[in-house]
């Protein structure tokens, strides 16, 4: 007897009509290979909330009594296959309902599987995943995090292309023949998905991870409440007001002290506080209150309670002043403001490389002008993922700003499909 246990980490809403297609296809390839399975959410991630870590699981058993018994839990402890579909998460993990950050390889079982969509390397990837006491291997399917929301349904076969995945890593419960019958049968059923399967099953490749590789950090984490600690009813206490700050020239919002965004968001503001002239828009407009005002009357976005919304950018007047950045290409969630008052030389070197770094720019959901996902569709190939965002400013206000959207870009070709880039708005 043997069974298969696989979970989809995604980004809540943005992400899950993806996640419950890959387990869903999980079960019905199964099926096509005279197994049994089942396919579920984790209880704890619903309500989900845009861009909040989620999870949903599949389990494959030989025979239907192992599939209950696997079945008979809350959720999964322990896992074969973790399927990561937005690179970011590989920073870790903070859902709903457990306090601290879950490192994204926690539940997989010694000897178990990562397979990660992302246009990153496994060394850089590994710079973000936090040491596992246990080796594992690392697999990368090629491709930007996909957008396949809880409205929208993203066709960029990436679904399909994580099922030709699986079949590499576990053959003896998925073969590709099995597979490409589920795809053939499954709403979403055509041969040019049936193909982007086969040709994700012959290019992925395995990267064995050593005990001494991944993020030395520890993972923050919080201490749980017992039972008795617990207050009676349903009460939840709202945040006190914030503080000042330096002798009440500058103000700090108060912020929970047991959910942290860090791991909600797949972008993050970089501000350049040389250029902003204060007119208080981001501030006003951010919709979790982010923004610290400081003692010079700037503002500067917290890293604890940004979830990356990019609404500030797009209200920002000024040309370049907040730009959203990919969270990959941060190592930490250390305060811009403060960096910049120290050294303020330094900090416009570090806002520069950061803003012109293209690979990391493009944003990882949703569109930055109408018109965007057509376009991309267009001139993407489909098996890797469609074609890579246009990065810029969106494009209503680059027109505002004096700049289209992609105008700064210094990479006219996308680096994952070789296609030219969409051109802006
Ligand atoms: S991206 Fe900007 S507006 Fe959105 S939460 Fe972060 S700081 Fe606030
Ligand atoms: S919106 Fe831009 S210019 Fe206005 S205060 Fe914020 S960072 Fe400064």
């Known amino acids: ?141 090629q491709g930007k995090a996909s957008f396949a929301g809880l409205w929208v349904y993203k066709e960029d076969h990436t679904e399909v292309r994580i099922l030709g995945a699986l079949a590499k890593i576990a053959p003896q419960f998925l073969t590709i023949d099995a597979v490409s019958a589920a795809i053939r049968e499954a709403e979403w059923g055509s041969e040019l998905k049936v193909e982007s399967a086969r040709k994700a099953y012959q290019r992925i490749q395995s990267r064995p991870v050593e005990l001494t590789e991944g993020n030395p950090e520890t993972p923050y984490s919080f201490e749980m409440p017992r039972w008795w600690e617990m207050r009676e009813g349903v009460t939840i206490p709202s945040l006190p007001i914030g503080k000042p700050i330096e002798g009440g020239k500058g103000y700090r919002p108060e912020r929970s002290g047991v959910f942290k965004k860090f791991s909600t968001r797949t972008m993050r503001p970089v501000v350049d506080f040389d250029t902003c002239v204060k007119c208080t828009l981001c501030w006003l407009q951010c919709p979790d209150s982010c923004f ?24 920002c007047p000024v040309k370049d002043c907040i ?69 810029g400013i969106p494009g209503e206000n680059a027109r505002r700003k004096g700049a289209a959207a992609g105008a700064h870009s210094e990479h006219p070709v996308s680096i994952v499909t070789g296609v030219a880039e969409a051109p802006g708005a």
Request: proline residues 3%; contains cysteine; hydrophobic residues 35%.
């Open 292 to 315: 610290d005002v400081t003692p010079e009357g700037l503002y500067d976005a917290n890293m604890e309670s940004c979830c990356g919304c990019g609404i500030c950018e797009a209200v």
């Open 1 to 141: 007897m043997a069974h298969l246990v696989c979970e989809v980490v995604y980004r809540g809403i943005f992400q899950k009509n993806l996640a419950s297609r890959i387990t869903r296809g999980i079960v019905l390839s199964a099926r096509k290979a005279g197994r049994w399975g089942i396919a579920f959410g984790r209880y704890g991630d619903s309500p989900q909330r845009n861009g909040v870590p989620a999870k949903d699981f599949a389990i494959v058993a030989d025979t239907q009594e192992e599939l209950e018994q696997h079945m008979a839990r809350y959720e999964p402890k322990e896992l074969h296959v973790t399927i990561c579909v937005d690179d970011t998460l590989c920073k870790g993990v903070e859902s709903w309902a457990w306090y601290g950050l879950q490192p994204i390889t926690r539940l997989i079982l010694p000897n178990g599987h990562l397979l990660v969509t992302s246009t990153q390397s496994a060394e850089d990837l590994l710079q973000d995943i936090h040491k596992k006491d246990a080796p594992y291997s690392i697999w990368i399917l």
């Open 323 to 391: 730009t959203m950045v990919n969270e990959s290409a941060f190592e930490d969630n250390a305060s811009q403001w403060e960096m910049w008052r120290r050294d303020k030389d330094a900090y416009t070197v570090w806002l520069t490389e950061k803003i012109k770094d293209k690979v990391v720019t493009e944003r990882s959901h949703g569109f930055r002008y109408r018109g965007q996902y057509e376009e991309e569709l267009e001139a993407g190939e489909l098996d890797l993922g469609g074609a890579r965002l246009a990065d």
